[in-house]
Antibody
């Protein structure tokens, strides 16, 4: 069955950087686009970024554009999120999610990794 | 900045029917927005309920249904159960981005 496992979360100071990973298994990773979605404490879900299956198109929410970079290594079935210039408002649980092809939705989610930005 | 609107909260009696909606502040929601719906329980990963307006995700009970009602997307729960008490989020595709609504906290009592 599909499994997504995030890692790399932790505590970082404002202005710092962090790199999240999402290891996929149980499906042909290279055939699917992938999302990052986050949820700040006590807040709702927020879409962060998406990468197409071929890596040729990447999309970002305005709140992270220019600071976050999504990438993938299909040889390792792994998705990444490089987060730079982190702000306190980036504090959240970050989820990776596999796209349901042709639907613009996600059908499988990881359990999330917590990123805390504080001085 | 696209704003997707949802009712902040809703209450339904066990066995009752409730319809949650998902709108756009300055436009109508259509099937071209590929509305999807997610259930989110604190401490758990989101669960996909509905995609492409009306299709149930694998394993989702048929008491959950999706549609377009007027100018909004809608999630209807027919025969609500106690474990349906949760937060529900819609997500809309906007061409080069995806936007979640603010979520609806559903109480079953």
């Amino acid at each position: 069955q599909v499994q997504l496992v995030e890692s790399g979360g932790g505590v970082v100071q404002p202005g710092g950087s962090l790199r999240l990973s999402c290891a996929g298994s149980g499906f042909t990773f290279s055939s699917y686009g992938m999302h990052w979605v986050r949820q700040a404490p006590g807040k709702g879900l927020e879409w962060v970024t998406f990468i197409r299956y071929d890596g040729n198109n990447k999309y970002y929410a305005d709140s992270v554009k220019g600071r976050f970079t999504i990438s993938r290594d299909d040889s390792k079935s792994t998705l990444f999120l490089q987060m730079n210039s982190l702000r306190p408002e980036d504090t959240a649980v970050y989820y990776c999610a596999k796209e349901l092809v042709g639907t613009s939705a996600s059908d499988s989610w990881g359990q999330g990794t917590l990123v805390t930005v504080l001085s | 900045q696209t704003v997707v609107t949802q009712e902040p909260s809703f209450s339904v009696s066990p066995g009752g029917t409730v319809t949650l909606t998902c709108g756009l502040a300055s436009a109508s929601v259509s099937t071209s927005n590929y509305p999807s719906w997610y259930q989110k329980i604190p401490g758990q990963a989101p669960r996909t309920l509905i995609y492409s307006t009306k299709f149930r995700s694998s394993g989702v009970p048929d008491r959950f249904s999706g549609s377009i009602l007027g100018n909004k997307a809608a999630l209807t729960i027919t025969g609500a159960q106690a474990d349906d008490e949760s937060d529900y989020y819609c997500m809309l595709y906007m061409g080069t981005s995806w936007v979640f609504g603010g979520g609806t906290k559903l109480t079953v009592l």
